[in-house]
């Protein structure tokens, strides 16, 4: 009877002693079973991502959308075209008599003077006047002024007087040409030149004339600038 009994305790498993290698396992079953857990939440969270974002794209890819050209817009710069104004303009084309003269009309050939039309030069003498007319003309798209000059090469001192209506005479540098707005027609200037019969120097002119070999030559500018 002893004996039976000594075997039966020999083979009783004692559930009451956990060791310490137990208590290890148990607790590394537990953290794969933590990790197991987590990664099941993670993977979970990013498929609810992905179906979020997949939804969205498709909602951005079905929505209406188009483009629509603007307008063209295009500009060009405004043409700047003067016309050459002194083409035309020869102030010693006709030489009349200063005697009787009526400067508001066209000087008349003075008969008194040997080849008193266009001769290449004219002759001039005291006592003859002649004026020349001429158009300043713009094709430009923009507002212009012009502003007219002239020079004088009179080494010999020809008294020649200068003006710009017939009435006020003096040095060309005196000449009061106007600058003005050139019109849609061109804007047109006359400038008068004689050389008075009684200048005051009867022996200077009789000199130059016993020479006959004085020259006096104009020339002119036009400065065109556009207004502001």
């Known amino acids: 009877m002893s004996d039976y009994n000594s075997d039966n305790h020999d083979n009783d498993i004692d559930f009451g002693h956990v060791t310490a ?64 104004p002194i083409a035309s303009f020869d102030l010693f084309s006709v030489v009349g008599d200063t005697n009787g003269a ?12 040997a080849s008193s039309v266009s001769p290449n ?41 200068y003006s710009a209506d017939g009435v006020t005479w003096g040095d060309i540098s005196e000449l009061d040409v106007p600058t003005t707005a050139v019109t849609s027609g061109g804007s047109t200037y006359e400038v008068y030149w004689r050389w008075p019969f009684e200048s005051g120097d009867d022996m200077g ?13 104009i020339t002119g500018t036009a400065t065109f600038t556009q207004v502001d």
């Open 21 to 84: 290698e137990d208590d290890k396992r148990d607790r590394e079953v537990v953290v794969v079973d933590t990790r197991r857990r987590s990664i099941k939440r993670i993977a979970a969270l990013l498929l609810v991502i992905a179906i979020i974002s997949t939804v969205t794209v498709l909602g951005t890819l079905s929505k209406y959308t188009t483009t629509v050209d603007l307008p063209t817009s295009t500009a060009i710069v405004a043409k700047f075209t003067p016309l050459d």
């Open 102 to 113: 009526n400067y508001a009309n066209p000087p008349v050939a003075d008969t008194d003077i």
């Open 121 to 161: 030069p004219a002759i001039i003498a005291p006592g003859s006047w002649g004026k020349a007319e001429f158009t300043v003309s713009d094709a430009s798209q923009v507002t212009v002024n012009v502003a007219v000059t002239f020079m004088e090469t009179n080494d010999d001192h020809i008294p020649i007087e």
């Open 205 to 217: 002119d009789t000199t130059l004339g016993l020479a006959g070999t004085a020259t006096v030559t």
